[in-house]
């Protein structure tokens, strides 16, 4: 047993779980573009030394600059309307809708990755898909205030960046291929900071950040790092020590653990049947996660079969 990237697992699920919370919590105080901007801009400042050592000791492709502007492109839209959602919903019906991302890089995958459509022939793979597309049809069906402008805005933001982050984890996959996905990530984020920088000038409230008090800077600071920085490197480190499929069904556990934490601090409640219905969406996630990894350990018993 890898205690190491079990740690990590655990580390990611708090991280990733705690997310959502913050971000919530800075609706109050700032905008969506300056938030996301102060947020990343921390996170890009811890990954900095980082990427600048690696350059020293030549260990960084040079390139990464040009692989890396893709998948910054998809993450300036996934992280703005991840961010922007909860300023219309609350955080563990939002992250419950989130997760089909789960889904949609497996959607993703099917099309750039040739290899990976023998998933198609899979019953655990289509089970797996009519038990999310379920699960989703309830949770959001009663949702109270469903027919709301501000409930369809916030779903319709969730469901973007649930789609772009199938699109985001596709596009890191092919530019980083064969290159430290560390490094990737420090070079897109610095990519990611200049748009939104952008954004946040076009948008943005910049003179409200000087009126910020230590209260929101301590949830930007901690959300940065936590949540963008420390959850990174620890699912890197669990994907690598024990594989994604571990780490990825423990992550379909953060929507209670978000809905723990927001029932508390922002009184949210989820029907009954919303709860049902986001178990069996959950259900569907992790048998999507299980198909593709049973595909990726039989072509890899084939490889050594070949082999040997």
């Known amino acids: 047993m890898n205690v190491t990237a079990s740690l990590a697992s655990v580390g990611v699920l708090l991280c990733w779980s705690t997310g ?3 971000i919530k919590l800075l609706t109050g105080f700032t905008d969506v573009w300056m938030q996301n901007l102060l947020r990343y801009s921390i996170s890009c400042l811890f990954w900095l030394p980082f990427l600048l050592l690696g350059v020293k000791r030549k260990r960084v492709d040079a390139n990464i600059w040009r692989r890396a ?10 992280q703005s309307s991840w961010t922007g959602a909860f300023y219309f919903i609350n955080p563990a019906f939002g992250d419950l809708l989130n997760k089909t991302t789960v889904l949609w890089v497996v959607i993703f995958s099917l099309l750039f990755f040739p290899e990976e459509r023998a998933l198609l022939k899979s019953r655990r793979f289509w089970f797996g898909v009519i038990l999310s597309v379920t699960g989703i049809a309830g949770v959001t069906s009663f949702k109270e205030g469903l027919l709301s ?12 960046c649930a789609v772009t982050w199938g699109v985001y984890t596709v596009s890191a996959k092919k530019s980083f291929k064969d290159i430290d996905s560390r490094y990737g ?15 946040a000038g076009l948008f943005g409230d910049i003179k409200g950040c000087v009126s910020l008090g230590p209260i929101p800077w301590l949830y930007i600071v ?10 990174h490197v620890l699912y890197y480190v669990a994907i690598k020590g024990i594989g994604a499929m571990i780490p ?11 809905l ?7 009184g949210e409640k989820m029907s ?37």
């Open 248 to 258: 990825n069904l423990m992550l379909l556990a953060t929507p209670f653990i978000v």
């Open 272 to 308: 009954l049947l919303q709860v049902f219905f986001g178990v069996i969406l959950l259900m569907g996630c992790a048998f999507a996660i299980w198909s593709q990894q049973s595909l990726w350990r039989e072509e890899k018993e084939s490889i050594i079969a070949e082999q040997i």
């Open 149 to 160: 402008k501000t409930t369809i805005t916030g779903i319709a933001l969730t469901m973007t």
């Open 20 to 22: 959502p919370i913050f």
């Open 222 to 231: 901690v959300s940065s790092l936590f949540g963008i920085a420390f959850g």
């Open 185 to 199: 990530f420090a070079v897109m984020s610095i990519y990611t900071v200049v748009g939104l920088s952008i954004l």
């Open 69 to 78: 502007i893709a998948p910054a492109c998809v993450n300036l839209v996934m």
């Open 260 to 266: 723990s934490l927001s029932t508390h601090i922002f």
